[in-house]
């Protein structure tokens, strides 16, 4: 009897411990998933990409001293104004101006030289008298030689009276003192002959001299050329050390080449720096304009004009812009995951108000590659991608869920346009996941 009593109670137990688990299964089998709704709706939508980018200026001005010099004392400071043409620098100029003035004294000097180098005109009147001295003494030459001619004729003469003689005094046809004055008288003759023989000799010795004198003052003359060219040497190069000096002092006018800001400054002055050291970077927040990196695959959708959103900080309003160019040539650049991507960067102007933004600022550069001003319009969180790559959405019909492909046109961060697979009648699940099953109950609130 104790046995059948323990039986029964062991199998009633038993039945009150699967009244549970039928509760729950009658339960999960007929209970529906409670899901947010939403329908697509018509509406404009732009299709973007944001990066990060940062303003800078299209033109920088830097300042550097462009002589070796002693600088004055800087007064400006960063964000100081300064108008194009306003002095910057102040040198110590004394050692310039005493270049420049050793300089031209140095010119004048040898300009002055070759004024005296070229009065040539002692040396053309000893031409002239050379020439002079020439003439006569070919005059003379010519006297001597017709006088050397004359006594030798005489001596002929003498000496042919001598030998007459000298036959007559043989046949004692003449006295001797008549034979003594025939030949005194030969024998001068022949001196005098003698005489103006050396005379003529000399002259020609003198008339070689003479012709000797104009070509040494014509070769005195062709020496003064080499000379002058010289001092044409020299004095072209102290014009050019003249003009370096002069160069050198204008270039101690340090002006602002632009209406701007001081950006930097990186020396304070008053002391001696070495020509190329930079002193300041100046600037105009009026070429201000944005860099922002991108990949290559999205710049390859970007061109020149394309309009772009300008976001300075999260509470301020975004400014328009409009792409200026795409630089022609990539990089690499790691992400934030260490993947290389290959990026681009692409150059922003503005094209409204920029005026509380300064260089180096961060702002977000939303690029809009397309716009429809009445598309089907889902969030971005309603759709999700199979392996394939394709799309496709959970619609709800008849209280359960149905997967529906999509074709997709314009997106951006958080919308996407449906070309096709959807209307507006249609309501899909707002926040699909890969835990929800399709044929599975649900019960939807719109959202």
Not at 64 to 76: D, F, N, Q
Not at 304 to 313: E, F, I, M, R, Y
Request: proline share 4%; glycine share 4%; with cysteine.
């Amino acid at each position: 009897m104790s046995f059948w009593l323990t039986l029964s109670f062991k199998s009633y137990r038993t039945r009150l411990m699967c009244i549970p688990l039928l509760l729950a299964f009658l339960i999960t089998g007929c209970a529906s998933q409670p899901v947010v709704t939403v329908s697509a709706h018509r509406g404009k939508i732009q299709e973007t990409f944001t990066e990060p980018a940062r303003t800078r200026l299209s033109r920088t001005y830097p300042i550097s001293t462009p002589v070796e010099g002693r600088v004055m004392r800087i007064a400006l400071e960063p964000k100081d104004k300064v108008e194009r043409g306003q002095l910057l620098v102040q040198y110590d100029l004394v050692p310039f101006e005493e270049a420049v003035k050793e300089a031209r004294a140095r010119v004048l000097e040898l300009k002055a030289n070759l004024v005296v180098h070229d009065d040539n005109r002692l040396e053309n009147t000893a031409l002239v008298e050379a020439k002079s001295a020439i003439q006569a003494a070919e005059e003379a030459l010519k006297a001597s030689q017709a006088q050397v001619a004359a006594e030798k004729a005489r001596w002929e003469r003498a000496d042919k009276e001598l030998k007459r003689m000298t036959q007559l005094l043989a046949q004692q046809a003449i006295p001797q003192t008549k034979m003594d004055d025939v030949s005194l008288a030969a024998e001068t003759a022949l001196i005098e002959l003698k005489q103006q023989e050396f005379y003529l000799a000399a002259m020609k010795a003198i008339v070689f001299a003479v012709h000797l004198g104009p070509l040494y003052v014509t070769r005195y003359l062709e020496r003064k050329e080499l000379e002058r060219s010289a001092i044409e040497h020299q004095l072209a190069q102290a014009a050019a050390r003249l003009a370096l000096a002069e160069h050198n002092f204008k270039l101690t006018n340090v002006r602002s080449p632009v209406t701007g800001l001081v950006l930097e400054k990186h020396e304070e002055g008053d002391s001696t720096l070495q020509a190329g050291k930079q002193l300041l970077l100046l600037g105009d927040l009026k070429d201000l304009e944005v860099v922002a990196d991108v990949l290559t695959q999205d710049a390859l959708r970007l061109s020149a004009g394309t309009q772009v959103q300008l976001q300075p900080a999260i509470a301020a309003a975004s400014i328009p812009g409009k792409v200026k160019r795409i630089d022609p040539s990539g990089f690499t650049k790691l992400s934030s995951l260490g993947v290389e991507q290959q990026r681009v960067n692409v150059i922003v102007s503005f094209a409204g108000d920029h005026q509380d933004l300064g260089v180096g600022y961060r702002v977000q550069a939303r690029f809009i590659t397309g716009s429809k001003p009445d598309a089907l319009i889902v969030s971005r969180f309603s759709v999700m991608q199979e392996p394939d790559g394709s799309y496709y959405v959970l619609k709800v019909e008849d209280g359960r869920l149905q997967k529906q492909k999509v074709q997709l046109g314009l997106r951006n961060d958080l919308e996407l346009e449906i070309v096709s697979g959807l209307t507006e009648k249609d309501v899909i699940v707002a926040r699909p996941d890969t835990t929800m099953e399709v044929g599975s109950k649900v019960s939807s609130r719109e959202r």
